[in-house]
């Protein structure tokens, strides 16, 4: 007897209809309740119910673990089926994150060559410190994204982010100069949402990053003899970082609400994305809330503080977009009549024999 016919035949408790329900057929229902968006359930519940309880191997009471993850990456891919304007919000959000690297790297890499190397400072050849690569690679993705496909841009913005984690293990095993992780970990997570950056693009947006990156030559070729490794890097996350956050917030809320006028959501997206790097770009003024080393708010905050104020970014940012697509799946308009799906299987739409 197979597990879907069992149920109907084992007593226990009894939905609407008068059919008795058993343990794991409730279990399964509070999983799919729990993952899967309030439409999708009323349309094709029954057949993912009998979908699982099929494979279900006899005798088991509850949904094993890999069912469970099963249940969780169905169901977040419905979320994402559903969510309007995902898509277009990421490769925006990719967009305006390239943007904001390339900047930083093209001040960086003025930095490593022009300002002035102190005799007690090591250096690296005709650089400040091992960072110098990690520029160069998110310079030439900036000439990438002008030039090549999405595959192309892609596959050189992931060796960009892998060359800047890098910066870390290596200078911890040639003893070697490197910026600070407050100026590193930004980069990497910009990058990682630069990912999502698509190369088709007509050619105007396909020179925004280069264009950001030449405004930004003049102001860096000028300021660059003024500073030293010290100031240079530890200036810029203590000022330049938190600036740029709060101008990528600020833009992207009115790329946001300029949109969503025209009913055009994939700016609220890109902003919901975008909350983890702004966040890390303000790790420096977010870490020295948490100081409580002195009196008044640390111009440098001390490590444990900005690892508390880093790793809360981390958590919250991804939170929030998973908490707004759930948000999304619950209140999804468009309701069909009920039933219309049924003896189709819920995944492919294909005629489901368990039906």
């Known amino acids: 007897m197979s597990p879907v016919k069992s149920r109907h035949d084992s007593p226990g408790e009894h939905d609407e209809g008068g059919t008795a329900v058993t343990g ?42 890999a069912d469970i993850a099963d249940v969780a990456a169905g169901g977040l891919q419905q979320h994402l089926r559903i969510a309007q304007g995902l898509g277009p919000g990421f490769r925006l959000a990719g967009l305006l994150a390239l943007m904001t690297a390339t900047v930083f790297a093209t001040g960086s890499m003025v930095f490593e060559v022009l300002a002035p190397r102190q005799p007690w400072f090591s250096h690296v050849g005709p650089f400040q410190s091992l ?58 997570v910009l990058g990682v949402v630069a990912l999502g950056v698509a190369g088709r693009h007509p050619w105007w947006v396909r020179l925004m990053p280069i264009a950001a990156t030449a405004a930004t030559l003049p102001v860096a070729i000028d300021t660059a003899p003024d500073l030293t490794y010290y100031t240079g890097y530890f200036d810029l996350s203590r000022s330049a970082l938190p600036a740029a956050a709060v101008t ?16 055009d959501y994939r700016s609220a997206w890109a902003m919901l994305i975008l909350l983890t790097p702004i966040g890390m770009l303000a790790v420096n003024p977010l870490g020295a809330v948490f100081d409580d080393s002195g009196p008044g708010r640390a111009v440098i905050p001390a490590w444990s503080a900005m690892v508390v104020a880093s790793v809360l970014v981390a958590v919250i940012g991804p939170m929030l977009v998973l908490l707004a697509l759930v948000a999304r799946g619950r209140l999804s308009p468009g309701r069909r009549p009920p039933g219309t799906d049924r003896g189709r299987c819920p995944t492919c739409g294909e005629p489901s024999p368990s039906a």
């Open 24 to 65: 794991l057929e409730r279990r399964y229902a509070r999983w799919t309740a729990l993952f899967y968006p309030a439409n999708y359930r009323r349309e094709r519940g029954s057949e993912l119910m009998d979908t699982y309880l099929s494979l279900a191997a006899p005798g088991r009471k509850r949904p094993s673990p």
């Open 131 to 188: 960072a110098a690569a990690a520029w160069a690679a998110w310079l030439l993705a900036a000439v990438v994204h002008v030039a090549a496909s999405g595959r192309w841009l892609r596959w050189t913005v992931g060796l960009a982010v892998l060359v800047t984690a890098g910066i870390v293990p290596a200078a911890t095993l040639t003893g070697l100069p490197r910026p600070p992780l407050a100026v590193l970990l930004p980069q990497i």
């Open 248 to 263: 990528l917030l600020i833009g992207a809320l009115l790329l946001a609400l300029g949109l969503a006028a025209r009913r």
